[in-house]
């Protein structure tokens, strides 16, 4: 299994990378997950990967995910 970090998570790239995980969940494991601003996306990303650490750039945002 490879663990990995998605940096930029709730980007069309960040997006991308979680469909791959999601279509290979025996060989990709999501311990992470970084995101700009985008609150919303970040938290129902979080609820359905569960990572070990997820970062919000943005301080404001951040309390709404918090």
């Known amino acids: 299994m490879t663990n ?3 940096l930029g998570s ?3 790239i ?3 990378a979680l469909q791959t995980a ?5 060989e990709i494991r999501v311990l992470g997950l970084t995101a ?3 609150a919303e996306l970040l ?3 979080i ?4 990572p070990e650490v997820a970062v919000l750039a943005d301080e404001a945002a ?3 995910v918090k």
């Open 4 to 6: 990995v970090v998605i």
């Open 47 to 50: 609820e359905l990967w569960h």
């Open 10 to 12: 709730t980007g069309s």
């Open 14 to 16: 960040g997006t991308q």
């Open 36 to 38: 700009g601003s985008n």
């Open 22 to 26: 999601r279509a290979l969940p025996e």
């Open 62 to 64: 951040y309390f709404e």
């Open 43 to 45: 938290s129902r990303q």
